[in-house]
């Protein structure tokens, strides 16, 4: 897949471009027979949610599960992202976030090079997020939400939110927030299960939590160009990977 003209200047602009149905509904099946499986396994790669044993996020399935794998090599994410950076990739972080019926909690507002580069220093915002929605999203199951524009910002003062949910996160404070918002308003993009989000690493983001009877699994690929590699290692390797190889496809 190439980008558009159009579609290059539309990220630019928004920080996110949305491809629904970009994944056949047997593409997804090979994915989400697995996940039962991922999850039933004792291993620090499971975070699970606070005060339940729901599983909140798998990391780096693609290390220890086949079709995982083999996504994480695909030419319909790795491609696109490679013509935006002009270079190659590896993969910073690989993981599947479950959110899942009635026990799937928030994310707070945030933005992701926020946590790569105070954590992990990541030298710039040269890494791309990928969200491909193993079930379909809706307005019930707690959507990803994005401020539009608000990646133009570059990095935001941030706080690191120890105890609101299972997993650390350099969050953005509410009034911040109400000004981000009063300036580019908040989109949630929906849709079938197999659609993909491409979205800019300092695009401020969230979801609320899953109220709703539907799971909402999507896997998140973090693409990082080859030369921008983190130079700190403090997180475990499962979480900001340690591998710079040059994905091939
Ligand atoms: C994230 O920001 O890393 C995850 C957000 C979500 O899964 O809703
Ligand atoms: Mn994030």
């Not at 599983?55 to 994480?72: C, D, G, I, K, Q």
């Not at 030419?75 to 993969?91: A, C, H, N, T």
Request: hydrophobic share 40%; net charge negative.
């Amino acid at each position: 897949m190439v980008l558009t003209q159009a579609q290059l200047e539309q990220f630019d602009r928004d920080g996110y471009l949305f491809f629904p149905n970009h994944f056949s509904a047997e593409e997804i099946k090979k994915l989400t027979d697995e996940v039962p499986h991922l999850y039933a396994q004792q291993r620090p790669e499971n975070v699970r949610e606070k005060g339940t044993n729901a599983v909140r996020t798998n990391f780096a399935a693609h290390m220890y599960s086949e079709p995982y794998a083999r996504l994480a090599r695909h030419p319909r994410m790795i491609k696109p992202v490679e013509q935006v950076f002009g270079e190659s990739l590896y993969m910073h972080q690989f993981k599947i976030n479950v959110k899942q019926a009635f026990d799937g909690d928030v994310w707070q507002w945030h933005q992701d090079y926020g946590t790569w580069l105070n954590d992990d220093e990541m030298p710039e915002p040269r890494a791309m997020n990928i969200a491909i929605f193993l079930d379909e999203v809706n307005e019930f199951n707690g959507p990803l939400m994005f401020i539009p524009g608000s990646h133009k910002l570059g990095v935001l003062d941030a706080g690191h939110d120890l105890t609101t949910t299972s997993y650390p996160l350099w969050t953005i404070d509410n009034d911040s927030i109400t000004k981000l918002v009063g300036r580019g308003g908040i989109v949630a993009p929906k849709g079938p299960a197999g659609s993909m989000i491409m979205f800019h690493s300092c695009l401020v983001h969230a979801s609320s939590s899953n109220l709703s009877p539907w799971n909402r699994v999507s896997v998140y690929l973090s693409l990082c160009a080859v030369s921008n590699h983190i130079r700190r290692f403090k997180r475990a390797g499962y979480i900001a990977h340690r591998d710079f190889a040059p994905i091939t496809c």
